[in-house]
């Protein structure tokens, strides 16, 4: 164990400050680069700092079109961005901040078609060559899932062994393997550790969504964190489901009269042409928030364990923001884990306050509902 509190992280997207961007989404025909990416990113990290946020997951897209097979112009943008990289990397080690990559799930290293294996495994190795780059050590990691079951799941399982086995040096260093929520569970990751030795990232929701095995939840995280070798800290994921209806759009044909049993958002006027039609919702979703009683009894269950924690509610930062003093009210001794103690009380009341600043609710219809 060390003395260093464990980290909360978020992936990719600011949302507690307007106006900042994660990578250049401009279009090819405009020339983008990672080099303008990077001033991003340094951007983020200032507001990172003044949050006391220590922990990011960079955009897949940062370095814009560097693998695309038909646009060799942008091939060379990662080695073109050698000292912005350093720099930035200085930088985050000088913050104590941790990096990361998810990349999409199109990087996929158990594909049947083998052109889409080293179309990813080239995906990869531009991500892991940036961390290089930016010379950080080896909590700098690069998330994956197995990919696709193709009808065997067995075969499927075993090809990506296959896949890992043709990835270079520099990737597998920086490559770890997470449990997903419907196709490769715990237990199959773990299988897949047993026979290369890839580092597992332990995803809580998608562990109670996927567990056919029936593993024991502490049972497991002491496996999966023992996957990490020694002096290099452990990671995992935490979301909390969706709890809300779904609202999903649909269009109204003339003359049709409401389904039996069918819940609307809002009644449906006369001449409306398009209707929100509410379902239960479904568990694999991610909530907006951190659910805090659902987290702190988890860290608590995890007790003695030393990990940091990406949290991957879709409000990003906030859903971080709000965690704090949520732990710090409901469950100081698992605040005091993440460094947060009774003295940081009035700072966190005040992050708090402003995200309730200007709230307002808006029960007012969809317009595309028949209202004027």
């Known amino acids: 164990m060390t003395d260093r509190p464990l980290r909360l992280g978020f992936p990719v997207k600011v949302m507690g400050k307007p106006g900042m961007k994660s990578n250049d989404t401009r279009r090819w025909q405009k020339n983008p680069h990672l080099k303008c990416s990077l001033e991003y990113v340094d951007a983020i990290l200032d507001y990172l700092a003044t949050q006391k946020i220590d922990m990011y997951r960079l955009s897949s897209d940062l370095a814009p079109y560097a693998t695309h097979p038909d646009m060799p112009q942008f091939h060379n943008m990662v080695a073109e961005s050698d000292a912005e990289l350093r720099a930035l990397g200085a930088k985050a080690r000088a913050l104590d901040m941790r990096l990361s990559f998810h990349p999409s799930q199109y990087v996929l290293l158990n594909a049947p078609n083998p052109a889409l294996t080293t179309k990813s495994i080239w995906d990869l190795s531009s991500q892991a060559e940036m961390l290089d780059r930016m010379e950080l050590d080896d909590e700098a990691v690069m998330v994956t899932h197995v990919g696709g079951v193709y ?191 009774a003295e940081d009380a009035a700072e966190l009341g005040e992050d708090e306050a402003e995200l309730e600043d200007g709230a307002d609710a808006d029960d007012a219809p969809d317009v595309d509902e028949g209202d004027a």
């Open 151 to 341: 009808d065997d799941h067995e075969a499927s399982r075993a090809r990506w062994i296959a896949g890992w086995e043709q990835c270079p040096e520099h990737v597998r260093r920086r490559l770890v393997l997470e449990n997903d929520d419907i196709r490769f569970s715990a237990a199959d990751v773990l299988w897949i550790h047993e026979r290369t030795g890839v580092r597992l990232i332990f995803d809580y929701q998608h562990f109670w969504c996927l567990n056919p095995e029936r593993l024991d939840l502490r049972d497991t995280l002491e496996k999966f964190m023992a996957s990490w070798p020694a002096g290099v800290r452990p990671k995992i994921h935490f979301s909390s489901p969706r709890t809300e209806l779904r609202e999903i759009k649909q269009k109204v044909a003339p003359g049709a009269k409401p389904k039996k049993g069918e819940q609307l958002k809002a009644p449906l006027k006369p001449g409306a042409r398009v209707k929100t039609v509410l379902r239960p919702p479904i568990w694999t979703g991610h909530a907006d928030f951190t659910n805090p009683f659902e987290f702190c009894t988890f860290m608590r269950t995890a007790e003695g364990l030393e990990f940091d924690v990406m949290l991957e509610g879709k409000s990003k930062d906030i859903s971080l923001i709000k965690l704090r003093p949520d732990m710090l009210r409901f469950a100081p001794d698992v605040a005091a884990r993440f460094g947060i103690t």
